[in-house]
């Protein structure tokens, strides 16, 4: 089992690249390509992040810590533009490089007007990428237009239109100096690259040319401008006002001056709020497209985030949930096609991205690949399992697709580029709690974190919503027409339903799931609907102790009666914990049939067969009014967590900012303590003072569970092993139960018996965050059911059995079945930091195949992950990993059995990294421009709108053979000796095709990626 | 050690069979005489005295002098004997009213003045067998020592607190602060951790040996510097069984004195001759010896075995005996604990096994 210091890098590092999923914090801006067919989401603390087809996806970060305004992909280039808060302009590029192709920033620009000139000036307000692809128009709050070269950024001085120029090109009667003010919009002219339309602020449109440097055409609108849309033949301008009316303006011969047809008011004839944006789009049919964004009734629906789409007589306002930031609208990209014929609508809202289906009836939302609003409901915990049984994925799966029906069926519309990544070795998935008392299955094997199936607790007991009644609150005659669309839902009915631990068997698909009030249930996988009543069950973890007052919440009720459920996991028992506390640990063994439960008075064993509870200890000392009481008063808490989250705000921002100057990521803590110190010092504030004082047994939250375990080992003596229970707690305290599960065959008929065998109080007294028992060749037992599935050999029970004892201080092992210590790691005594996630993983070598070991990764209060080697318990190596600071982030974190993690860099967005050197999720795509690609795949222009759709489902059937190669060669490059035979003997048999596999651009994806079928 | 004596005695009042008592109570004397194999029991012993002295309904505590001269208990059978065979000749013992001994007892108050004696009392306490009747078991325990003053710069101090069995609180608080060190740029302000308050009562202010603004160097062996106040917490709470930490004492002025080197230990001299970075390791204790002094953690078998024989007479008594005590007492106390487990199934393992 020991190794040599070589080959530990052979099993385990901390890889560069980490994979976020989820959706970003705070997007500020949105740019869509529709020639890469990839769209780009700014933040506000700088990032960048592209997207294609799922897989292909890239991410930077600006040096300046500001808010990314705007992004603006260069036509035709795999290049885009960004413009931060600070008014800089930064040119990124995605540049091939081994392969695949990698997002830079190449130049960046701050635009400078003359010495002496006021700073707004220069302050851009909108951008035009010119199609000519080396110009970019700048708007400016001064209402001058300011030209600058790419890539250089050089800045053509004598073609700047300032709005005297444009003044005095204007006729006579429509020269009013009021009429300027900042530049609102900068358009091409869909037909002429030599005409572009400037619209200012206070009104005036004009359509200058290029060439001549004269006015084309000018409009002047009486309501103040907020955007502007051509038709696509040029033969039409609408621009949209701040009185919530749009007006339409025929452009055409050689009048100058011109009169607008009738402006539309759509939510009139109340005062309404402004249009920002609108759509004017052509379709085949005849009747146009309008897609607007706000425009709203100011009083009655003021506050809504709404985009309303109007086809003909049909008309729908997209209510969001959360802000809008900006929306694009998919439409035909070659622009000698006669008409837009939108398909689909990307909105980006500030909580989620939807899009949706313009081709089909009813516009149905498309349900994203990625990018999934992890926090739609606020998440409480999580819990990873790998290598799913194939049967168990597809019934989930199945279970999934039944409540995605609301969903279009179209395919994913934004599939620029090629992933190039391997297939994933194994299905894992990753379950996610929430606030709202459901569960959250996603598929995490690969790049996309993708949505499987929605498990909701609800249904079990009464709340004072119905959820039937949200169904009817829109009638049919509704004005305005609003719809809620998009899942981000941050209202949570009763806190209480919230998820706190999740336990599943991917053998049997058994899950437990364990919440806020002391609820437990049981679920079980039916593929079926099915109408049952869920068996009750109540445990009084006090055990009747007299003179005990909770004062925490009450237990949610019960729904009584049969209750029907949806296919999927249906629960089948309630346990109840008394007093109804937070479920703090939770352990199941599908193969006795056993759920064990945790609470801050005590623990249960419950045997879910029988339907019927073995045992429950209190572990509470009777000293400890605090647990007693349940959660703080709601004044202290509410001012407790007031004060946290302004602490919070502060603390990030401060360490946000200083994330990026630090160029390593490992120096960062030191200096930011040491610059925190400083600080300290120089505001002369009292010194913050830590107790020292050792742990007693009538601390507070000493009988607090932290952790479960079932084992099936010598805990009575050496000569016969049995199943066990064992529990930890926060005192430091580790209860061993021994068990006696009768056989299959009288598994009905005998009672589960439970007997304390051990009792060990460790000295130091800290926390117990694991407890593990190792095998004869000092191995971890396997899972239940694994060894019956023949995925893993059979736990030694000829030599003698180990257990190891994880506390937040230190890792213990002791001999088994008499208790006496044997070895011991004293983590906080040497370096300081505590343990807070420890769990076994298996590490694969990278070189030797079907070598492995089996190590603990542990995070400690620090951020630092490490792996300590098993059974010597020796540290092996170590990197930072999540910033100190970041509390909420290390205590999210969940390790895998293979050597990865996940934790929350934001509300919205895991972050996952690897230490395995063989398995390793990262992004590897390619993106590449149209002239690079030679042609672009020929766009139907003629046809039914449907078939906007069809030829691109049609294309990517035959383009996953093409893909099928991508990948393969990806393999070959990652040494796996096997494909590259594979790979030889297709080059054998058929040479010319693997030569341009890199250049064939591939629509749509494979199912194995994630289809949204 | 003891035994030697007992040895040389014997052979110095070979057919000396009675052991001259002299008894002091204040300023009395009272004199009396025990037969040296046959002293009889403790309780006996203690009525005798109490009797001569007139104390009659006053607690008391007994104490005499060994021969190398210092105050040791007399409290129960096995002590009363030693004392009794190992006078030489005369037996002297002191009697205080156990009011008074609380205020200035063999611990706290007698300690600092005579500390020496207490080292060699902590075995001789332990050994005793655990009675019903014993007689204030912490003043007999060391409390703190100054280790490794041979290897380490004068201007530092390494001080090991005993905490093991002792319901003294450590009782002190730390905070962030800077110190000047001499580096290759010249004098440089540098980011520390010191004592920034006692709590009074505590084991920290009994010992007398850190004070507030004492600069914390090292936490058992390992350095502090680079490290947060919260990491040098955790620390100090995960070695509070037996703490040792390296102070830079903010009075510099009762630092121990070597012999040779007596010239630079005087004034409050900055750190510029020896590297903190570089402290000579603990060298004085023996890790072995560290980790049996704590943590043996405490295995219960729940075997629900039938009523026990009193409890004495099963523990195996070791150097952790109190610790037992402890426990059991505060299972006993413990409705909850006596339901669930026999009292008598206690059973302890030695020492850890260290890595």
């Known amino acids: 089992m020991t190794v040599t210091a070589a080959a530990w890098t052979e099993l385990c590092g901390l890889s560069e690249q980490t994979v976020e999923h989820g959706f970003p914090h705070q997007p500020s801006a949105l740019g869509y390509s529709a020639s890469l067919r990839m769209l780009a989401i700014g933040t506000r603390s700088g990032a960048i992040k592209l997207y294609g087809a799922p897989g292909v996806e890239f991410m930077g970060l600006h040096r300046e810590n500001n808010a990314v305004v705007q992004v603006h992909f260069l036509p035709d280039q795999c290049r885009l533009v960004t413009l931060l808060d600070d008014n800089s302009l930064h040119l990124w590029s995605l540049k091939v490089k081994g392969g695949v192709s990698e997002l830079q920033e190449e130049e960046s620009f701050t635009l400078r007007g003359p010495p002496g000139s006021a700073p707004s000036a220069t302050q851009i307000t909108v951008i035009l990428p010119h199609s000519c692809r080396e110009l970019l128009y700048l708007g400016t709050e001064s209402g001058s237009v300011f030209v600058v070269q790419l890539p250089a950024f050089r800045m053509l001085e004598d073609r700047t239109l300032s709005s005297d120029a444009v003044l005095q090109r204007l006729p006579e009667e429509a020269r009013h100096r009021r009429v300027f003010e900042m530049v609102e919009a900068l358009q091409e002219h869909p037909r002429d690259p030599n005409q572009i339309l400037i619209g200012y602020s206070r009104g005036l449109v004009v359509v200058w040319d290029l060439r001549t440097g004269g006015v084309v055409h000018h409009f002047l609108s009486s309501q103040q401008l907020e955007g502007v849309c051509w038709q696509r033949d040029g033969q039409l301008m609408v621009s949209c006002h701040s009185d919530g009316s749009y007006c339409q303006w025929p452009v055409a011969g050689d009048t100058q001056q011109l009169e607008p047809l009738p402006s539309c008011v759509p939510y009139g004839p109340f005062p309404c709020k402004a249009i920002t944006k609108i759509f004017w789009l052509t379709t085949r049919k005849g009747l146009p497209f309008t897609i607007f964004q706000g425009g709203m009734p100011r009083a009655s629906y003021g506050d809504r985030h709404c985009i309303s789409v109007v086809h003909g007589s049909q008309q729908t306002a997209f209510d969001f949930t959360s802000r809008v930031i900006d929306f694009m609208v998919l439409a035909e990209a070659d622009s000698a096609a006669a008409s837009d014929d939108p398909y689909a609508l990307l909105v980006l809202a500030e909580e989620e991205l939807v899009v949706i289906d313009l081709t089909a009836a009813g516009w149905p939302p498309v349900q994203p690949p990625y990018l999934a609003s992890l926090h739609c409901s606020a998440i409480t915990c999580s819990h990873h399992v790998s290598n799913i049984p194939l049967k168990l994925w597809e019934r989930v799966i199945a279970a999934g697709s039944k409540q995605s029906t609301h969903f279009s069926s179209m395919e994913w519309p934004i599939d620029g580029g090629t992933s190039l990544a391997p297939d994933p070795p194994q299905r894992d998935l990753l379950l996610t709690g929430h606030e709202d008392g459901t569960v959250r299955f996603w598929d995490a094997s690969g790049v996309c974190l993708r949505l499987l199936y929605k498990l909701s607790t609800v249904r079990v007991f009464l709340t004072d919503s119905d959820p039937s009644d949200s169904l009817h609150a829109q009638g049919e005659e509704e004005w305005p027409p609003l719809r809620k669309v998009g899942s981000f839902d941050p209202y949570s009915d009763d806190p209480r339903l919230g998820i706190q631990k999740i336990f599943l068997c991917k053998y049997s698909g058994y899950l437990a799931v364990a919440g806020t009030a002391g609820q437990v249930l049981v679920l079980e996988l039916n593929d079926e609907e099915a109408e049952h009543a869920v068996v009750q069950v109540e445990a009084d973890l006090l055990q009747d102790q007299e003179g005990y007052r909770w004062k925490g919440h009450e237990r949610l009720c019960a729904r009584p009666g049969p209750v029907r459920f949806e296919p999927g996991f249906q629960p089948f028992v309630l346990v109840q914990c008394q007093p109804p506390a937070v479920v703090t640990s939770l352990a199941l063994h599908s193969e006795w049939r056993l759920v064990a439960f945790g609470t801050s008075h005590g623990f249960g064993l419950f045997d879910h067969q029988q339907r019927r509870q073995v045992f429950v200890k209190c572990t509470l000392h009777p000293s400890d009014q605090l647990a007693l009481e349940g959660p703080l008063s709601r004044v202290k808490s509410l001012k407790k967590s007031l004060r946290q989250s302004f602490r919070r705000m502060r603390r990030s921002r401060v360490s946000s900012r200083k994330r990026r100057p630090m160029g390593h990521p490992g120096e960062v803590p030191e200096a930011s303590a040491k610059v925190e110190r400083a600080g300290l010092q120089s505001v002369e504030l009292a010194p913050v003072q830590r107790k020292i004082e050792a742990r007693s047994a009538e601390d507070s939250f000493t009988g607090f569970v932290r952790t479960l375990y079932f084992a099936d080992t010598y805990l009575r003596d050496s000569s016969r092993h049995c199943p066990s229970l064992w529990a930890g707690t926060n005192g430091g305290t580790v209860y061993a139960f021994s068990l006696r599960v009768p056989p299959a065959e009288r598994r009905m008929d005998e009672p589960v018996r439970a007997e304390q065998a051990k009792e060990i109080q460790l000295m130091h007294r800290a926390p117990v965050v694991g407890i593990l028992v190792l095998d004869g060749h000092s191995v971890p037992l396997p899972e239940p059911l694994e060894v019956a599935h023949d995925l893993s050999k059979s736990p030694d029970m000829q030599g003698s059995h180990q257990l190891l004892v994880i506390s937040e201080e230190q890792f213990k092992v002791f001999t088994l079945p008499k208790v006496s210590a044997k070895l011991k790691l004293k983590l906080t005594a040497l370096e300081g930091s505590r343990v807070r996630r420890a769990s076994v993983a298996h590490f694969s070598s990278c070189r030797t195949e079907d070598y492995g070991e089996h190590h603990l990764t542990v995070l400690t209060n620090l951020g630092d992950v490490q792996v300590v080697s098993l059974p010597l318990l020796k540290p092996q190596v170590r990197f930072s990993c999540i910033r100190r600071e970041d509390v909420s982030g290390i205590a999210s974190c969940v390790f895998t059995k293979y050597g990865q993690g996940f934790y929350l860099i934001s509300p919205s967005e895991f972050e996952r990294f690897s230490l395995s050197t063989k398995w390793l999720v990262e992004p590897r795509c390619l993106v590449q421009s149209v002239e690079t690609k030679g042609h672009r795949r020929p766009h139907n222009g003629a046809g039914p709108e449907k078939a906007e759709v069809r030829p691109r489902n049609s294309e990517s059937r035959s383009a996953v053979e093409e893909r099928t190669r991508g990948p393969t060669m990806q393999h070959a490059l990652l040494n796996d000796e096997r494909v590259l035979k594979e790979v030889q003997s297709t080059l054998e048999g058929d040479r010319g095709s693997c030569g341009d596999w890199r250049s064939q651009r591939v629509v749509g994806y494979s199912l194995s990626n994630g289809g949204a079928e | ?355």
């Open chain 2, 1 to 355: 050690m003891n035994r030697s004596f007992h040895k040389s005695q014997t052979l110095r009042f070979y057919d000396c069979g009675a052991v001259e008592v002299k008894s002091k109570f204040g300023a009395e004397f009272r004199r009396f005489s025990l037969d040296r194999h046959r002293p009889g029991e403790f309780k006996d012993f203690y009525q005798l005295v109490v009797h001569a002295h007139h104390l009659t309904g006053a607690d008391v505590t007994i104490g005499y002098a060994d021969v190398h001269g210092d105050l040791l208990p007399i409290n129960n059978d096995d002590n009363f004997c030693k004392a009794v065979s190992s006078a030489c000749p005369l037996l002297r013992v002191f009697v205080q009213k156990r009011e008074e001994a609380d205020g200035c007892s063999f611990g706290a108050g007698a300690l600092s003045r005579k500390r020496r004696m207490l080292v060699g009392l902590r075995e001789e306490g332990l050994r005793r067998r655990a009675l019903p009747a014993i007689g204030l078991p912490r003043d007999f325990r060391p409390v703190s020592s100054i280790i490794d003053v041979d290897i380490l710069p004068e201007t530092h101090r390494r001080v090991r607190l005993y905490r093991h069995g002792c319901e003294k609180p450590l009782g002190f608080y730390i905070r962030d602060g800077t110190s000047m060190r001499v580096t290759a740029q010249g004098l440089e302000k540098v980011p520390g951790i010191f004592i920034s308050r006692m709590v009074p009562g505590g084991l920290a202010e009994s010992t007398g040996l850190l004070a507030v603004n004492d600069e914390v160097l090292e936490v058992n062996g390992i350095e502090v510097a680079g490290k947060t106040l919260d990491q040098a917490t955790d620390m100090m709470i995960a070695n509070s069984h037996n703490l040792i930490i390296t102070v830079k004492p903010a009075n510099q002025r009762n630092n121990v004195v070597r012999g040779s080197r007596t010239s630079g230990s005087s004034g409050q001299s900055t750190d510029s001759t020896a590297s903190p970075q570089s402290l000579p390791p603990a060298q004085n204790f023996h890790p072995d010896e560290l980790e049996s002094d704590e943590e043996a953690d405490i295995v219960i078998e729940g075997a629900l075995t039938p009523p026990p024989p009193p409890i004495g007479s099963l523990l195996r008594l070791n150097s952790h005996g109190s610790i037992h005590r402890r426990l059991l007492s505060s299972l006993q106390a413990d409705p909850r604990h006596s339901l669930a487990l026999s009292p008598g199934g206690i059973e302890e393992h030695g020492p850890a096994v260290t890595l």
